[in-house]
């Protein structure tokens, strides 16, 4: 069992930044990725940022990779989610969650992702 809790969402200003943070407890996360997900009104969910658990490649959608960047510390027990130039279309609920298992290529879709969190919610005003 995995437990990941997000935070550091809230209301800011177009333009602006927010860094998330995704805590995860239980087993250890040693093989897989973690990705960020968002979901917002009348739109898919759509993954935006995702790391792998073992070397730490790093993915990005299209239409986030000059503005967001995922990383992790050393232990691999907390991630964040840096976003800049935030836009209201940024707006969302963020969820990260855990794939179990990573067999190359991205890992941004939302297949094999077994444990998620609750997420919290970025909202942007412009």
């Known amino acids: 069992q995995v437990q990941l809790v997000e935070s550091g969402g809230g209301v800011v200003q177009s333009d602006e930044s927010l860094r998330l943070s995704c805590t995860a407890s239980?087993?250890?996360?040693?093989?897989?990725?973690i990705g960020w997900f968002r979901e917002a009104p009348g739109r898919e969910r759509e993954g935006v940022a995702c790391?792998?658990?073992?070397?730490?490649?790093?993915y990005y959608s299209d239409s986030v990779k000059d503005r967001i960047t995922i990383s992790r510390d050393n232990t691999k027990t907390t991630f964040y989610l840096q976003m800049n130039n935030l836009k209201p279309d940024d707006s969302g609920i963020y969820f990260c969650?855990?794939?179990?298992?990573?067999?190359?290529?991205?890992?941004?879709?939302?297949?094999?992702?077994?444990?998620w969190g609750q997420g919290t919610q970025v909202t942007i005003s412009s």
């Open positions: 969650a855990r794939q179990r298992l990573y067999e190359g290529g991205t890992c941004l879709p939302a297949d094999g992702y077994d444990f």
């Open positions: 239980g087993a250890p996360l040693d093989y897989g990725a």
């Open positions: 790391i792998t658990l073992r070397v730490g490649k790093t």
